[in-house]
């Protein structure tokens, strides 16, 4: 009987655990931009599934850039306004409510703000992933 409740007892621990919000690592991006971003799951190096977490601060503007994948976006809180082009034009910039998804096509530029206050968002794909900065 010992045998087989300490058997039940590992395999309910074997279990996938959640990934709680305040486990996060939270990285400062470089370059000054206004965000906060965590891997969720993967790494931006490997060749594997990945999720990555963002926090852009209220008024917070992402500007033109690609990834080598397509990345399915899902707006966690507050409001996204996303654009496409080489170029920021907030002309074209569409809003994504919270629970929104949209995709950015691989090696497609777009940019990103959050003009009503600060924005949660997560993207997936699979990687490896990177960002490319569009040039003026």
Same mark, same amino acid.
């Given at each position: ?10 395999? !309910?621990? *074997?279990?996938?655990?959640? /990934?709680? =919000?305040? &486990? ?8 000054? @931009? ?20 963002? !926090?852009? *601060?209220?008024?917070?503007? /992402?500007? =033109?850039? &690609? ?8 707006? @966690? ?22 629970? *929104? ?36």
């Amino acid at each position: 009987m010992t045998g087989l409740l300490a058997t039940s007892t590992f395999a !309910q621990n *074997a279990w996938p655990q959640p /990934i709680l =919000p305040e &486990t996060l690592r939270w990285i400062e991006r470089p370059g000054g @931009l206004p965000l906060q971003a965590a891997w969720v799951l993967g790494a931006e190096s490997k060749p594997e599934p990945y999720l990555i977490r963002v !926090q852009l *601060a209220a008024g917070g503007r /992402i500007p =033109p850039h &690609t990834h080598p994948d397509a990345r399915q976006t899902t707006v @966690l809180s507050g409001t996204l306004y996303v654009g496409f082009g080489a170029a920021f034009d907030a002309a074209h910039l569409v809003a994504a409510p919270t629970g *929104a998804v949209y995709v950015a096509p691989a090696e497609v530029p777009h940019f990103l703000e959050a003009r009503d206050g600060a924005v949660v968002y997560q993207e997936a794909d699979v990687g490896p992933t990177g960002t490319t900065w569009v040039k003026p």
